[in-house]
Protein backbone atom coordinates (compact mmCIF):
# COMPACT_ATOMS: atom_id res chain seq x y z
CA UNK A 1 0.00 0.00 0.00
CA UNK A 2 1.63 3.27 -0.52
CA UNK A 3 1.89 5.81 1.81
CA UNK A 4 1.96 9.64 1.33
CA UNK A 5 3.54 12.83 2.56
CA UNK A 6 1.94 12.95 5.97
CA UNK A 7 3.43 16.22 6.14
CA UNK A 8 0.62 18.24 4.40
CA UNK A 9 -1.67 16.79 7.04
CA UNK A 10 -0.38 19.31 9.58
CA UNK A 11 -2.04 21.92 7.02
CA UNK A 12 -4.14 24.05 8.30
CA UNK A 13 -7.67 23.97 6.09
CA UNK A 14 -7.05 25.46 2.57
CA UNK A 15 -5.19 27.64 1.12
CA UNK A 16 -6.02 31.03 2.61
CA UNK A 17 -7.51 32.61 -0.59
CA UNK A 18 -8.88 28.99 -1.97
CA UNK A 19 -10.98 29.26 1.24
CA UNK A 20 -11.86 32.91 0.76
CA UNK A 21 -12.98 32.45 -2.99
CA UNK A 22 -15.40 29.60 -1.55
CA UNK A 23 -16.87 31.81 0.96
CA UNK A 24 -18.04 34.04 -1.37
CA UNK A 25 -18.70 32.18 -4.30
CA UNK A 26 -21.25 30.69 -1.38
CA UNK A 27 -22.55 33.62 -0.31
CA UNK A 28 -23.34 34.57 -4.36
CA UNK A 29 -25.12 31.47 -4.44
CA UNK A 30 -27.54 32.49 -1.94
CA UNK A 31 -27.58 36.00 -2.92
CA UNK A 32 -27.64 36.23 -6.91
CA UNK A 33 -28.48 39.60 -7.04
CA UNK A 34 -25.28 41.10 -5.01
CA UNK A 35 -22.71 43.17 -6.80
CA UNK A 36 -19.80 41.85 -4.65
CA UNK A 37 -16.44 44.31 -4.62
CA UNK A 38 -13.61 42.03 -4.48
CA UNK A 39 -10.45 43.76 -2.47
CA UNK A 40 -9.37 40.43 -1.44
CA UNK A 41 -6.64 38.83 -3.61
CA UNK A 42 -3.94 41.15 -4.78
CA UNK A 43 -5.06 40.52 -8.25
CA UNK A 44 -4.85 43.48 -10.73
CA UNK A 45 -7.48 44.59 -12.36
CA UNK A 46 -6.37 47.18 -15.46
CA UNK A 47 -5.13 46.03 -18.87
CA UNK A 48 -1.54 45.00 -19.82
CA UNK A 49 -0.37 48.38 -21.36
CA UNK A 50 0.34 48.68 -24.90
CA UNK A 51 3.82 48.39 -25.05
CA UNK A 52 3.47 44.76 -23.96
CA UNK A 53 0.46 43.52 -26.12
CA UNK A 54 2.32 45.11 -28.92
CA UNK A 55 5.73 42.97 -28.11
CA UNK A 56 3.19 39.84 -27.46
CA UNK A 57 1.94 40.43 -31.12
CA UNK A 58 5.29 40.84 -32.56
CA UNK A 59 6.82 37.33 -30.49
CA UNK A 60 3.36 35.53 -31.84
CA UNK A 61 4.17 36.25 -35.37
CA UNK A 62 7.73 35.89 -35.03
CA UNK A 63 6.82 32.17 -33.78
CA UNK A 64 5.00 31.46 -36.99
CA UNK A 65 8.15 31.65 -39.08
CA UNK A 66 10.49 29.29 -39.77
CA UNK A 67 13.55 31.89 -38.88
CA UNK A 68 11.64 32.88 -35.67
CA UNK A 69 10.25 30.07 -34.27
CA UNK A 70 11.40 29.15 -30.71
CA UNK A 71 11.14 25.68 -29.01
CA UNK A 72 12.88 24.90 -25.92
CA UNK A 73 14.75 28.40 -24.23
CA UNK A 74 17.95 28.30 -21.82
CA UNK A 75 17.32 26.57 -18.74
CA UNK A 76 17.86 30.72 -17.07
CA UNK A 77 15.60 32.02 -19.37
CA UNK A 78 16.40 34.37 -22.81
CA UNK A 79 19.29 36.69 -22.21
CA UNK A 80 17.29 39.34 -23.69
CA UNK A 81 15.22 39.74 -20.48
CA UNK A 82 18.12 38.91 -17.99
CA UNK A 83 20.68 41.48 -19.20
CA UNK A 84 17.44 44.03 -19.23
CA UNK A 85 16.38 42.97 -15.99
CA UNK A 86 20.36 43.37 -14.50
CA UNK A 87 21.16 47.23 -15.89
CA UNK A 88 17.15 48.30 -14.91
CA UNK A 89 16.87 46.41 -11.58
CA UNK A 90 19.89 46.56 -10.64
CA UNK A 91 22.95 48.07 -11.77
CA UNK A 92 20.97 51.56 -12.85
CA UNK A 93 20.78 51.34 -8.86
CA UNK A 94 24.08 50.59 -7.87
CA UNK A 95 23.52 46.60 -7.04
CA UNK A 96 26.08 44.59 -8.36
CA UNK A 97 24.27 42.02 -10.06
CA UNK A 98 25.07 40.42 -13.69
CA UNK A 99 22.84 38.32 -16.06
CA UNK A 100 24.12 35.37 -15.21
CA UNK A 101 23.02 35.01 -11.90
CA UNK A 102 19.09 35.94 -12.63
CA UNK A 103 16.91 33.04 -13.10
CA UNK A 104 13.56 33.71 -14.81
CA UNK A 105 10.58 31.84 -14.10
CA UNK A 106 7.02 31.92 -14.43
CA UNK A 107 6.26 33.82 -11.39
CA UNK A 108 7.19 34.34 -7.77
CA UNK A 109 4.89 32.33 -6.04
CA UNK A 110 6.05 29.24 -7.60
CA UNK A 111 9.86 30.21 -7.04
CA UNK A 112 9.33 31.55 -3.22
CA UNK A 113 7.73 28.16 -2.40
CA UNK A 114 10.26 25.73 -4.26
CA UNK A 115 13.15 27.73 -3.11
CA UNK A 116 13.05 25.86 -0.06
CA UNK A 117 13.83 22.62 -1.37
CA UNK A 118 17.58 23.22 -2.13
CA UNK A 119 17.95 23.72 1.97
CA UNK A 120 18.33 20.78 4.04
CA UNK A 121 15.66 19.30 6.55
CA UNK A 122 17.22 20.50 9.60
CA UNK A 123 17.23 24.31 9.04
CA UNK A 124 15.40 26.22 11.45
CA UNK A 125 13.27 28.64 9.53
CA UNK A 126 11.92 32.20 10.90
CA UNK A 127 8.91 34.14 9.26
CA UNK A 128 7.21 36.92 9.92
CA UNK A 129 3.96 37.06 11.41
CA UNK A 130 1.53 37.85 9.75
CA UNK A 131 2.73 36.72 6.68
CA UNK A 132 2.29 35.47 2.51
CA UNK A 133 1.11 31.82 3.52
CA UNK A 134 3.14 30.32 0.97
CA UNK A 135 6.50 30.03 2.57
CA UNK A 136 4.73 28.99 5.78
CA UNK A 137 3.00 26.30 3.68
CA UNK A 138 5.67 25.07 1.98
CA UNK A 139 8.27 24.71 4.76
CA UNK A 140 5.23 22.19 6.27
CA UNK A 141 5.16 20.13 3.27
CA UNK A 142 8.95 19.86 3.12
CA UNK A 143 8.62 18.66 6.43
CA UNK A 144 10.60 21.47 8.28
CA UNK A 145 8.04 22.34 11.08
CA UNK A 146 6.11 20.38 13.64
CA UNK A 147 2.14 20.01 14.10
CA UNK A 148 0.23 23.26 13.98
CA UNK A 149 -0.43 24.79 18.04
CA UNK A 150 -3.74 25.47 18.58
CA UNK A 151 -3.10 27.85 21.52
CA UNK A 152 -0.47 29.73 19.83
CA UNK A 153 -1.78 29.77 16.32
CA UNK A 154 1.48 28.86 14.96
CA UNK A 155 3.64 25.50 13.82
CA UNK A 156 5.86 24.32 16.21
CA UNK A 157 9.52 24.44 15.13
CA UNK A 158 8.93 27.99 13.09
CA UNK A 159 10.17 31.30 14.39
CA UNK A 160 8.04 33.87 14.04
CA UNK A 161 8.98 37.67 13.91
CA UNK A 162 6.14 39.14 15.11
CA UNK A 163 4.94 42.33 13.10
CA UNK A 164 2.59 44.64 15.26
CA UNK A 165 1.49 48.00 15.70
CA UNK A 166 3.87 48.22 18.52
CA UNK A 167 7.03 47.75 16.55
CA UNK A 168 5.41 49.58 13.62
CA UNK A 169 5.18 45.97 12.03
CA UNK A 170 8.67 46.05 11.51
CA UNK A 171 9.86 42.39 12.51
CA UNK A 172 12.76 42.51 15.62
CA UNK A 173 16.33 40.66 15.35
CA UNK A 174 15.25 37.05 17.07
CA UNK A 175 17.01 35.41 19.59
CA UNK A 176 17.36 32.35 18.45
CA UNK A 177 19.09 32.09 15.53
CA UNK A 178 17.30 30.83 12.27
CA UNK A 179 19.10 29.39 9.52
CA UNK A 180 16.53 30.62 6.77
CA UNK A 181 14.71 34.25 7.07
CA UNK A 182 11.84 35.05 4.70
CA UNK A 183 11.75 38.59 4.54
CA UNK A 184 9.05 40.76 2.00
CA UNK A 185 9.27 44.27 1.56
CA UNK A 186 7.39 46.50 0.96
CA UNK A 187 5.36 44.11 3.40
CA UNK A 188 2.21 41.32 2.06
CA UNK A 189 -0.13 41.84 3.79
CA UNK A 190 0.70 44.79 6.03
CA UNK A 191 1.24 46.97 3.61
CA UNK A 192 4.37 48.42 5.84
CA UNK A 193 8.12 49.00 4.17
CA UNK A 194 11.45 49.10 5.88
CA UNK A 195 14.08 51.38 5.48
CA UNK A 196 17.37 50.69 4.11
CA UNK A 197 19.03 50.94 7.57
CA UNK A 198 16.73 48.59 9.15
CA UNK A 199 17.55 45.92 6.18
CA UNK A 200 21.16 46.31 6.90
CA UNK A 201 20.56 45.28 10.13
CA UNK A 202 19.05 42.14 8.82
CA UNK A 203 21.67 41.65 6.16
CA UNK A 204 24.43 42.02 9.02
CA UNK A 205 23.00 39.79 11.09
CA UNK A 206 22.75 36.46 8.35
CA UNK A 207 26.54 37.59 7.41
CA UNK A 208 27.38 36.95 11.51
CA UNK A 209 25.15 33.93 12.43
CA UNK A 210 25.26 32.19 8.92
CA UNK A 211 21.57 32.49 7.95
CA UNK A 212 20.20 32.65 3.97
CA UNK A 213 17.55 35.69 4.06
CA UNK A 214 15.15 34.72 1.37
CA UNK A 215 13.93 38.06 0.14
CA UNK A 216 10.85 38.83 -1.84
CA UNK A 217 9.97 41.93 -3.31
CA UNK A 218 7.67 41.55 -5.24
CA UNK A 219 5.78 44.95 -4.58
CA UNK A 220 9.23 47.51 -4.94
CA UNK A 221 7.55 48.83 -7.66
CA UNK A 222 5.13 50.73 -5.23
CA UNK A 223 7.94 52.28 -3.08
CA UNK A 224 6.71 55.66 -2.99
CA UNK A 225 9.29 57.21 -0.28
CA UNK A 226 13.20 58.04 -0.04
CA UNK A 227 15.19 55.61 2.05
CA UNK A 228 13.05 52.49 1.52
CA UNK A 229 15.05 49.60 -0.64
CA UNK A 230 13.88 48.57 -3.68
CA UNK A 231 16.18 45.42 -3.61
CA UNK A 232 17.87 43.98 -1.06
CA UNK A 233 21.26 44.39 -2.75
CA UNK A 234 21.26 47.98 -1.87
CA UNK A 235 22.75 46.41 1.20
CA UNK A 236 26.19 46.34 2.25
CA UNK A 237 27.26 42.15 1.90
CA UNK A 238 24.09 40.87 0.72
CA UNK A 239 25.49 39.13 -1.93
CA UNK A 240 26.84 36.54 0.60
CA UNK A 241 23.74 36.24 2.12
CA UNK A 242 20.76 36.65 0.33
CA UNK A 243 18.48 35.28 -2.67
CA UNK A 244 15.88 37.59 -4.27
CA UNK A 245 12.79 37.22 -5.80
CA UNK A 246 10.40 39.60 -8.27
CA UNK A 247 7.41 39.41 -9.83
CA UNK A 248 5.77 40.80 -13.02
CA UNK A 249 2.24 40.41 -12.12
CA UNK A 250 1.97 43.55 -9.82
CA UNK A 251 4.49 46.14 -11.32
CA UNK A 252 3.23 45.13 -15.24
CA UNK A 253 -0.06 43.20 -14.25
CA UNK A 254 0.87 39.57 -15.45
CA UNK A 255 -1.06 37.82 -13.14
CA UNK A 256 -2.51 36.10 -15.86
CA UNK A 257 0.52 35.77 -18.40
CA UNK A 258 2.79 34.59 -15.70
CA UNK A 259 6.83 35.97 -15.25
CA UNK A 260 8.72 36.18 -12.81
CA UNK A 261 12.48 35.72 -11.47
CA UNK A 262 15.14 35.13 -8.85
CA UNK A 263 18.33 36.13 -7.94
CA UNK A 264 20.77 33.96 -6.34
CA UNK A 265 24.26 35.71 -6.53
CA UNK A 266 27.66 33.67 -7.48
CA UNK A 267 29.13 34.63 -3.47
CA UNK A 268 25.88 32.66 -1.76
CA UNK A 269 27.27 29.21 -0.44
CA UNK A 270 27.34 26.95 2.54
CA UNK A 271 30.29 24.84 3.06
CA UNK A 272 31.62 25.81 -0.46
CA UNK A 273 28.62 24.27 -2.31
CA UNK A 274 27.13 27.09 -4.63
CA UNK A 275 23.62 28.01 -3.94
CA UNK A 276 23.35 29.46 -7.60
CA UNK A 277 24.47 25.82 -8.81
CA UNK A 278 22.31 23.88 -6.71
CA UNK A 279 18.81 25.81 -7.68
CA UNK A 280 20.65 25.76 -11.72
CA UNK A 281 20.32 21.93 -10.94
CA UNK A 282 16.79 22.12 -9.82
CA UNK A 283 15.96 24.19 -12.52
CA UNK A 284 17.03 22.47 -15.23
CA UNK A 285 15.49 19.13 -14.39
CA UNK A 286 12.31 20.31 -12.75
CA UNK A 287 11.23 23.12 -15.58
CA UNK A 288 11.54 23.84 -18.83
CA UNK A 289 10.99 28.14 -18.65
CA UNK A 290 8.67 31.07 -18.90
CA UNK A 291 6.91 30.80 -22.67
CA UNK A 292 9.33 32.67 -24.96
CA UNK A 293 5.98 34.97 -25.72
CA UNK A 294 5.88 35.85 -21.75
CA UNK A 295 9.32 36.79 -21.64
CA UNK A 296 9.35 39.24 -25.07
CA UNK A 297 6.84 41.13 -22.83
CA UNK A 298 8.95 40.77 -20.49
CA UNK A 299 11.22 42.46 -21.94
CA UNK A 300 8.68 45.53 -23.26
CA UNK A 301 8.18 46.38 -19.19
CA UNK A 302 12.02 47.72 -19.10
CA UNK A 303 11.59 49.73 -23.26
CA UNK A 304 10.84 53.50 -22.70
CA UNK A 305 7.18 53.12 -23.78
CA UNK A 306 6.75 50.16 -21.28
CA UNK A 307 8.61 52.43 -18.68
CA UNK A 308 6.29 55.44 -19.24
CA UNK A 309 2.85 52.97 -19.60
CA UNK A 310 3.74 51.01 -16.13
CA UNK A 311 4.47 53.90 -14.49
CA UNK A 312 0.97 55.80 -15.04
CA UNK A 313 -1.00 52.06 -13.69
CA UNK A 314 1.06 51.87 -10.86
CA UNK A 315 0.45 55.54 -9.97
CA UNK A 316 -3.43 54.36 -10.66
CA UNK A 317 -3.42 51.84 -8.12
CA UNK A 318 -1.68 54.03 -5.73
CA UNK A 319 -4.14 56.87 -6.16
CA UNK A 320 -6.96 53.64 -5.07
CA UNK A 321 -4.65 53.21 -2.11
CA UNK A 322 -4.45 56.89 -0.95
CA UNK A 323 -8.50 56.85 -1.52
CA UNK A 324 -8.55 54.15 0.99
CA UNK A 325 -6.44 55.45 3.23
CA UNK A 326 -7.82 58.62 3.55
CA UNK A 327 -11.38 57.50 3.32
CA UNK A 328 -11.08 54.53 5.73
CA UNK A 329 -9.32 57.03 8.58
CA UNK A 330 -12.33 59.79 7.94
CA UNK A 331 -14.57 56.88 8.49
CA UNK A 332 -12.92 56.30 11.99
CA UNK A 333 -10.64 53.40 11.57
CA UNK A 334 -7.30 53.17 11.91
CA UNK A 335 -5.20 52.19 9.34
CA UNK A 336 -1.80 51.01 7.86
CA UNK A 337 0.24 50.32 5.08
CA UNK A 338 -0.89 52.12 1.34
CA UNK A 339 1.91 54.34 0.99
CA UNK A 340 4.92 52.01 -0.17
CA UNK A 341 2.56 49.13 -0.95
CA UNK A 342 -0.75 48.85 -3.07
CA UNK A 343 -1.94 47.15 0.26
CA UNK A 344 -4.60 48.57 3.17
CA UNK A 345 -4.04 46.95 6.71
CA UNK A 346 -7.24 48.19 9.08
CA UNK A 347 -8.06 47.68 12.54
CA UNK A 348 -10.98 45.60 12.94
CA UNK A 349 -13.83 47.32 15.05
CA UNK A 350 -13.43 46.93 18.14
CA UNK A 351 -15.11 42.86 20.05
CA UNK A 352 -14.88 41.70 16.36
CA UNK A 353 -12.41 39.25 15.13
CA UNK A 354 -10.93 39.41 11.30
CA UNK A 355 -12.95 36.93 10.19
CA UNK A 356 -16.21 37.61 11.67
CA UNK A 357 -15.36 41.10 10.01
CA UNK A 358 -15.19 39.45 6.71
CA UNK A 359 -18.23 37.97 7.45
CA UNK A 360 -19.94 40.94 8.68
CA UNK A 361 -18.19 43.34 5.62
CA UNK A 362 -19.73 40.64 2.81
CA UNK A 363 -23.43 40.67 4.59
CA UNK A 364 -23.68 44.55 4.63
CA UNK A 365 -21.76 45.74 2.29
CA UNK A 366 -21.14 42.91 -0.47
CA UNK A 367 -17.33 43.83 0.11
CA UNK A 368 -14.39 40.99 0.02
CA UNK A 369 -11.37 41.35 2.22
CA UNK A 370 -8.64 39.25 3.47
CA UNK A 371 -9.14 38.97 6.95
CA UNK A 372 -5.70 39.48 8.70
CA UNK A 373 -5.37 36.05 11.28
CA UNK A 374 -5.67 34.21 7.36
CA UNK A 375 -1.99 35.28 7.65
CA UNK A 376 -1.60 34.33 10.80
CA UNK A 377 -2.17 35.21 14.13
CA UNK A 378 -0.48 38.66 14.37
CA UNK A 379 -2.76 39.74 11.67
CA UNK A 380 -5.70 38.77 14.22
CA UNK A 381 -7.46 42.24 14.78
CA UNK A 382 -6.51 43.29 11.28
CA UNK A 383 -7.72 43.17 8.02
CA UNK A 384 -6.51 43.53 4.46
CA UNK A 385 -7.86 45.69 1.19
CA UNK A 386 -6.29 45.87 -1.72
CA UNK A 387 -5.77 48.89 -3.79
CA UNK A 388 -5.68 46.42 -7.49
CA UNK A 389 -9.27 47.01 -7.77
CA UNK A 390 -11.13 49.80 -10.17
CA UNK A 391 -11.24 52.86 -9.72
CA UNK A 392 -15.28 53.06 -9.88
CA UNK A 393 -15.23 49.63 -7.61
CA UNK A 394 -12.89 50.77 -5.20
CA UNK A 395 -14.77 54.52 -4.44
CA UNK A 396 -17.73 51.94 -4.61
CA UNK A 397 -16.81 49.94 -1.84
CA UNK A 398 -15.39 53.11 0.12
CA UNK A 399 -19.13 54.32 0.27
CA UNK A 400 -20.25 51.34 1.28
CA UNK A 401 -18.07 50.60 4.20
CA UNK A 402 -18.77 54.02 5.36
CA UNK A 403 -22.17 53.62 5.41
CA UNK A 404 -21.69 50.88 7.22
CA UNK A 405 -19.45 51.14 9.87
C1 LIG B 1 -2.02 38.23 -2.24
O1 LIG B 1 -3.18 38.60 -2.38
O2 LIG B 1 -1.47 38.11 -1.14
C2 LIG B 1 -1.26 37.90 -3.47
O3 LIG B 1 -1.94 38.30 -4.60
C3 LIG B 1 -1.07 36.48 -3.60
C4 LIG B 1 -0.02 36.19 -4.60
O4 LIG B 1 0.66 37.07 -5.11
O5 LIG B 1 0.15 35.00 -4.84
Redesign the pocket.
Known sequence: MYTINEHYLKLQGSYL?STIAKKVSEYQKEHPQAEVIRLG???VTQPLVPAIIEALHNAVEEMGTTEGFHGYGPEQGYEFLRECIAREDYQNRGCPISAEEIFISDGA?QDVGNIQEIFGLGNRVAVCDPV?P?YVDTNVMAGRTGEFNVRTGGYEGLIYLKCLEENGFSPRLPGEKPDLIYLCFPN??TGMAITRTALQEWVDYANQNGSVILYDA?YEAYITEEGIPHSIYECEGARRCAIEFHSF?KNAGFTGLRLGYTVIPRELSCNGVSLHELWNRRHGTKYNGAPYLVQRAGEAVYSSEGKAQLKEQVAYYMENARLIREGLKAAGFTVYGGVNAPYIWLKVPERMSSWEFFDDLLKKAQVVG?PGVGFGQGGEGFFRL?AFGTRENTLKALERIKRFY
Do not use: L
Open positions: FIGDKYVNPASTT
